[in-house]
Nanobody
Framework: QVQLVESGGGLVQAGGSLRLSCAVS????????VDWYRQAPGKERELVAG???????NYADSVKGRFAISRDNAKNTVYLQMNSLKPEDAAVYYC?????????WGQGTQVTVSS
């Protein structure tokens, strides 16, 4: 089983930055894709960004140019750098990956953006 542990959330003013971390329990080389999702109260969980084992990235339109996903293979950690944060970015952010037919999620980290 793959374990994912998110950290780095917190309270930030609009326009500020945060860096989220997703620590993975095994080599991220073995995972085809690691994604960041977010879920705000009363809304569906949505994909924010993803990074493949080859380093290709994708982003939701709402975060393009502001967020950057990256990984540190030596630390088995995937990061989400969030800049120019907006109140609408406030949500619980989750790390996700799949192995075989199983999907794995972390416990989430809360991001709050004050206006």
């Amino acid at each position: 089983q793959v374990q994912l542990v998110e950290s780095g959330g917190g309270l930030v003013q609009a326009g500020g930055s945060l860096r989220l971390s997703c620590a993975v329990s095994e080599s991220i080389f073995s995972l085809n894709l690691v994604d960041w999702y977010r879920q705000a109260p009363g809304k569906e969980r949505e994909l924010v960004a993803g990074i493949t084992s080859l380093g290709s990235t994708n982003y939701a339109d709402s975060v393009k140019g502001r967020f950057a996903i990256s990984r540190d293979n030596a630390k088995n950690t995937v990061y989400l750098q969030m800049n120019s944060l907006k109140p609408e970015d406030a949500a619980v952010y989750y790390c996700n990956t799949q192995q075989g037919r199983s999907a794995y999620w972390g416990q989430g980290t809360q991001v709050t953006v004050s206006s």
